[in-house]
């Protein structure tokens, strides 16, 4: 009796675990390959962009609210929380303003296709990187484009990454030529710098104090508004991603080789991880509560603002983008031909068990300390000793 008793506690631990459990994150099938997401302030609802043309509004419990046709692949899209709008810019140069609920407000055109965009803290203001910089207001009056504000350098430069401060005063940007353009809200030239490599990302922080460079010369720079390189550091691989929080605490930086780190500008680094793959995309929350990453080779991470990871999650398919809520309360992602959004405070479990007819294994979590492997051991086990007290 004792040991049937033991059995039988062993079992109820391990149900709750496998059939009651709250789900901790929804996947959502998107029919085409998700290039980049985007996610609310309260992680209430996420956008994708995908390969197939699609602007895709996902709430936190998994539900499809809408789905928009823009005719183009999807490059990149921003939400403006202040205002309840959705950006999204396509690989033929459309700029497209959407509301919270899907309806259509206006699209405007721009040389090449869109690399990147983002909308000011105000939602007054959207910065669009293409062939030329441009900053349209909501209304999608176009202020002023890059042709405006200062000739180019000789070879015509594509911006690969914007960024604007939460008033709209000041656009940070960078392009494949090495280029990096600190720019005033009404396209005055304030600075222009050069990395010895191309600009992959830049970021700046909620005032625009402080703007943070990566690039594909191994090192990771750090500049102060008036144009000063107040901090540099080598970084030993290409950093291919970059996230600056708002209050300007950490930077956190996705590196060529599989690296992930953590820096607090004009200190150091504070964590190193190791995931293997290019880590392609990196964010981190307002106040640096939270970091995560993804890589070419499918593994999302997360990771505590000053420490290292606390749980991984093999997604199967290359991921693209990554994206927190204010807070790093949610994330959101895009691997493959499928969206996902994690409630970050416990491990990731899934919404529903796989169907037992099928062939196709699921995304797998892994806990920082190995407890996925424990649980699954005691699992094991406990079947094990069930099956033999039947046999009695």
């Not at 960078?174 to 990096?180: A, K, L, P, R, W």
Request: aromatic share 6%; proline share 5%.
């Amino acid at each position: 009796m004792r040991r049937t008793a033991i059995i039988i506690a062993m079992l109820a631990i391990m149900i709750p675990v496998v059939t009651g459990a709250e789900a901790t994150y929804h996947d959502v099938p998107t029919g085409s390959t998700v290039n980049d997401v985007a996610i609310a302030a309260d992680g209430g609802y996420m956008i994708a962009g995908t390969d197939e043309g699609r602007i895709i509004c996902i709430q936190q419990d998994g539900t499809v609210l809408w789905n928009v046709s823009t005719g183009s692949a999807v490059t990149t899209v921003d939400i403006a929380d202040s205002r309840g709008y959705v950006a999204a810019g396509t690989d033929r140069g459309d700029v497209i303003l959407l509301g919270r609920n899907g309806e259509y407000y206006w699209t405007r055109s721009i040389a090449g296709p869109v690399r990147d965009l983002a909308f000011s803290g105000d939602g007054r203001a959207l910065a669009v990187g293409g062939e030329r910089i441009a900053l349209y207001d909501y209304q999608g009056k176009e202020n002023w484009n890059f042709s405006t504000v200062a000739a180019p350098p000789p070879a015509p430069p594509t911006i690969v990454s914007v960024a604007i401060t939460q008033d709209g005063n000041y656009i940070a940007a960078g392009s494949d030529n090495g280029v990096i353009y600190f720019i005033g809200k009404r396209g005055n030239m304030i600075w222009q710098s050069l990395a010895r490599g191309p600009v992959t990302a830049v970021d700046t922080n909620r005032d625009g104090s402080l703007i943070a460079v990566g690039s594909r010369d191994r090192a990771l720079q750090v500049y102060g508004r008036p144009g000063m390189l107040s901090w540099v550091m080598p970084t030993g691989a290409s950093i291919l991603a970059l996230a600056l929080s708002e209050d300007g605490r950490f930077i956190v930086v996705g590196k060529e080789g599989g690296d992930v780190e953590c820096y607090r500008p004009d200190e150091g680094l504070l964590w190193r991880d190791r995931i293997g793959g290019d880590v392609v995309t990196v964010d981190v929350s307002r106040r640096g509560e939270a970091a995560a990453a993804g890589t070419a080779d499918g593994t999302i991470r997360l990771f505590g603002g000053e420490s290292a990871m606390r749980w991984s999650f093999g997604a199967g398919a290359p991921v693209r983008a990554v994206a927190l809520s204010e807070n790093g309360d949610y994330l959101a992602a895009g691997a493959g031909d499928r969206a996902l959004i994690f409630r970050t405070a416990d491990p990731p479990m899934p919404a529903r068990l796989e169907d037992p007819e099928s062939t196709t294994p699921r995304p797998t979590p892994t806990l920082a300390g190995g407890e996925g492997a424990i649980v699954g051991l005691l699992a094991i086990g406990a079947a094990g000793a069930a099956c033999r007290l039947r046999r009695r």
